[in-house]
T-cell receptor
Framework: SQTIHQWPATLVQPVGSPLSLECTVEGTSNPNLYWYRQAAGRGLQLLFYSVGIGQISSEVPQNLSASRPQDRQFILSSKKLLLSDSGFYLC???????????FGDGTRLSIL | DQQVKQNSPSLSVQEGRISILNCDYTNSMFDYFLWYKKYPAEGPTFLISISSIKDKNEDGRFTVFLNKSAKHLSLHIVPSQPGDSAVYFCAARGGYTGTASKLTFGTGTRLQVTL
């Protein structure tokens, strides 16, 4: 069966520091991959999605970037974190052709 | 612009009764709708979905109804159980690039099932 892993589960970072969150999927090949953010009291906002290695689409302008160096690996990065980057970050995957997205357990990011 | 709205932030229901969670949307191009359930400190778990060509989909205790003319969908849980206590997100799909589907989420409704 397919599983998705995200780490770390929680992270506290100072303003201006870099960020790297990793997500990996097991048990499937060529998944579509997604990064979402949930700010306090709000719904999930799609940040990036990828349909293949090296293919990244950005949904909203922001201080973050994403990369997909391998088929089942998706990385969310920032060179310099802002206070507004705080939130709950979720990675998701889906198969092809109308399949639901399945989420990891998320990373709670706090910026001090 | 909130295209998917869940106007009730919370709902309390007695065990054994029916829970009805509501969701409204504004974009008539949405063609597929999903419900997710989320426990604290975990990612959302897919529950049930419905295509825009249907008006009802049932899976065990969970039924989703879609009213396209009203741009409204609802999730019914019967009978409600204490383990159903969680935050429920409505999501709508609209827009494809290649095979990736973009989901727009509501803000969630916290369901509390009491004994």
């Amino acid at each position: 069966s397919q599983t998705i892993h995200q780490w770390p589960a929680t992270l506290v970072q100072p303003v201006g520091s870099p960020l790297s969150l990793e997500c990996t999927v097991e048990g499937t090949s060529n998944p579509n991959l997604y990064w979402y953010r949930q700010a306090a009291g709000r719904g999930l906002q799609l940040l990036f999605y990828s349909v293949g290695i090296g293919q990244i689409s950005s949904e909203v302008p922001q201080n973050l970037s994403a990369s997909r160096p391998q088929d089942r690996q998706f990385i969310l990065s920032s060179k310099k974190l802002l206070l507004s980057d705080s939130g709950f970050y979720l990675c998701a995957w889906s198969g092809q052709n109308n399949q639901p997205q399945h989420f990891g357990d998320g990373t709670r990011l706090s910026i001090l | 612009d909130q295209q998917v709205k869940q106007n009730s932030p919370s709902l309390s229901v007695q065990e054994g009764r029916i829970s009805i969670l509501n969701c409204d949307y504004t974009n008539s191009m949405f063609d597929y709708f999903l419900w997710y359930k989320k426990y604290p400190a975990e990612g959302p778990t897919f529950l049930i979905s419905i295509s825009s060509i249907k008006d009802k989909n049932e899976d065990g205790r969970f039924t989703v109804f879609l009213n396209k003319s009203a741009k409204h969908l609802s999730l019914h849980i019967v009978p409600s159980q204490p383990g159903d206590s969680a935050v429920y997100f409505c999501a709508a799909r609209g827009g494809y690039t290649g095979t990736a589907s973009k989901l727009t989420f509501g803000t969630g409704t916290r369901l509390q099932v009491t004994l």
